[in-house]
């Protein structure tokens, strides 16, 4: 008697079939290492088989054939032989057989499995060789696929029970004898149960369990901790392990990998850390013991250190001085400042910190005494020195006219166009604004020599960023040269005259350069605006000068850039006859005379 599959029956099968692969995704997966994957998987056991195809009834004319389904195959065995070379990955072949008609199929592919302590789980996906006979119609050959997954349950480390093993299995039959009547060639759509024992051989040799130690630091004062980690070998990864853990110095406490020491209280020597570690869950080949050693030093007793250094270092009669001083341990143990003395004068102080009154001290070296101590009572002294001088003779007395004419002498720097004076040309370049500035320079300076005959106007030449530095340095040059010059020819002596040049140095920054224009009380809001589109280029400008010092006040020149004057554009670089930068005056109010 046949026996068919129901639709009942084969949505049973295939539910089943998703639930095996539901518990594959689900299941607990834990890693492993390749000491727990054999080297080969050999599977035997009971084969059933729903082939789920359709073919020409037997004996049945192939002009007119009736469709037959092929019914369940109960007889059957199934094996297969699987070269793990990866602890999940592995090449399976496979061979399967069932009778009562019968189908073989001959498959091959790749199986993923995850092993457990328990068991394992794995799925498959093959390409299969079948092979169909029929009583009364004859075998057919055809080419498909086997695709599944099963649980194996773990009887020894040798031996698993393969508790189930469900399979779509598909292939194309051939029957050409019936092509021109069918629509197609007969395909199987069928479902593959297997159940059967799994040889597992070719383990690797268990290497022995083993630990190591380390500890950090490896030297450590009395008082600091110390931390030792345990690094476990070949135990099984999927296993938890304990660790049991002593130390000949000071107190361990730690039940996992790390654990801490606690040296307070404990004797300066050499210290053992060890730890044993277990696996409870292993029969044999489960313990391991290490070790490591530390230093443990009793805590050193130097001295502290101290230094003070005075503000100023050196001071007039009757100033006061402050005294600052510090005082620390190599040994990190608390240290304080105190009993300030001073060999003249007054001192007063606590702490880091203390005060020279030099009132009433004679002239010479006045030396500062601090003293140090630690918590021990260990303690260094500490000096500094305050050289006291009497109060500089008043300075000689200005006569009002001079001090009028100082007052009088206005000193602006002096702006140059680009590269200007040219080396062919080192007369050029001072534009009519700059020449008028310089005028009256020479006129004030030539009336203030005749009360201060050792004055000297210094010039310092400088030239923007653009350039090479020797193109820059020679063009500063030129240009104080012919400042000097121009000063000569308005009667200055030339023995006054100092020059500097210093090329692209010292250059003013975006901020100076601002400030310089929101100091400049000649410019209208608006104006300042415009000119502040144009930063870059005023800062180019700016740079272009000549700075002028007189010697004897030290007075430096206005560094303000002449942006009202007539020339201003071709200082700042425009056109060779620009219009007047002017502020325009507002008009003064006048009062409307009363009608009479």
């Known amino acids: 008697m046949q026996v068919r599959v129901s639709e009942h029956k ?30 080969y998987d050999i599977f035997v056991g009971y ?10 009834t037997p004996f049945s004319p192939p002009s007119n054939p009736s469709t037959f389904q092929v019914p369940d195959m109960t007889k059957g065995f199934g094996s297969s032989v699987t070269f793990n070379f990866h602890p999940h990955w592995g090449l399976e072949g496979d061979f399967g057989h069932n009778w009562d008609n019968y189908e073989t199929t001959v498959s091959a592919g790749p199986r993923l499995m995850f092993r457990t302590d328990d068991g394992a789980y794995f799925i498959h996906a093959m390409v299969s060789y079948n092979r169909l006979g029929i009583d009364g119609l004859g075998p057919s050959n055809g080419v498909g696929g086997i695709f599944g997954g099963g649980t194996d349950y773990k009887l020894t480390r040798a031996v698993s029970w393969r ?7 598909t292939a194309q ?21 297997r159940t059967g024992l799994v040889f597992n051989l070719g383990y690797p040799e268990n290497k022995p369990v083993s ?26 990864p999927k296993h938890q392990l304990n660790y049991e853990w002593t130390s000949t110095c000071g107190k361990i406490t730690g039940k996992g990998e790390t654990a801490s020491i606690d040296t307070n209280g404990a004797s300066g020597g050499n210290c053992t850390a060890s730890v044993h570690v277990v696996d409870p869950k292993a029969k044999k080949n489960g313990e391991a013991s290490a070790s490591a050693s530390f230093t443990v030093k009793e ?53 880091g910190t203390a005060t020279l009154d030099t009132t009433g001290a004679s002239p010479g070296t006045i030396t500062v005494h601090v003293t140090c101590t630690d918590q021990r009572g260990l303690n260094t002294p500490a000096t500094t020195e305050v050289a006291v001088q009497n109060p500089p ?21 002096v702006y140059f166009p680009t590269a200007l004076p040219t080396p062919a040309n080192p007369n050029g370049g001072l534009v009519k604004s700059q020449q008028a500035t310089l005028t009256t320079l020479a006129a004030d300076f030539k009336k203030y020599l005749e009360s201060k005959p050792e004055a000297h106007l210094i010039l310092e030449g400088h030239a923007d960023p653009r350039g090479s530095a020797e193109f820059n340095q020679a063009l500063s040059e030129r240009r104080v040269n012919r400042t000097k010059n121009f000063l000569v020819e308005q009667g200055v002596p030339a023995g006054n005259i100092d020059t500097k040049a210093f090329g692209a140095q010292q250059q003013l920054t975006a901020d100076q350069v601002k400030q310089s224009l929101d100091q400049a009380s000649d410019i209208t809001p608006g104006e300042k605006a415009r000119i502040t589109k144009n930063m870059r280029t005023i800062i180019l400008a700016s740079n272009r000068r000549v700075d002028v010092t007189l010697s004897t006040t030290g007075q430096e020149s206005v560094r303000q850039f002449p942006f009202n004057a007539a020339d201003a554009l071709t200082l700042i670089g425009g056109r060779e006859k620009p219009k007047p930068l002017t502020v325009v005056p507002k008009k003064p109010m006048t009062k409307k005379k009363p009608k009479k």
């Open 47 to 56: 084969q059933w088989l729903h082939p789920g195809a359709n073919v020409p």
């Open 299 to 351: 805590p050193p007793k130097n001295p502290p250190t101290a230094s003070c250094s005075a503000n100023p270092t050196s001071a007039q009669v009757g100033a006061m001085v402050t005294v600052s001083c510090t005082c620390t341990s190599p040994d990190n143990v608390p240290a304080t400042l105190g009993n300030y003395t001073a060999s003249s004068g007054t001192i007063n102080g606590s702490g």
């Open 163 to 169: 508790i189930f093993e469900a399979d779509y299995v």
């Open 211 to 236: 630990a190591s130690v380390t500890v950090q630091p490896s030297e450590v004062m009395v008082g600091e901790p110390v931390t030792a980690t345990a690094s476990p070998s070949n135990f099984n």
């Open 393 to 413: 003779p008043p300075p000689p007395q200005v006569s009002p006219e001079v001090k009028e004419l100082e007052a009088r002498l206005a000193l602006h720097s």
């Open 10 to 39: 084969r949505t049973f099968l295939l539910s089943l079939f998703a639930l095996a692969l539901v518990m594959l995704a689900g299941a607990n997966l834990q890693a492993q290492d390749n000491s727990d994957t054999p080297k």
């Open 173 to 193: 039959q051939h029957y050409g004898q019936f092509v021109g009547t069918f629509a197609a060639h007969p395909a199987e759509k069928g479902i593959r149960l």
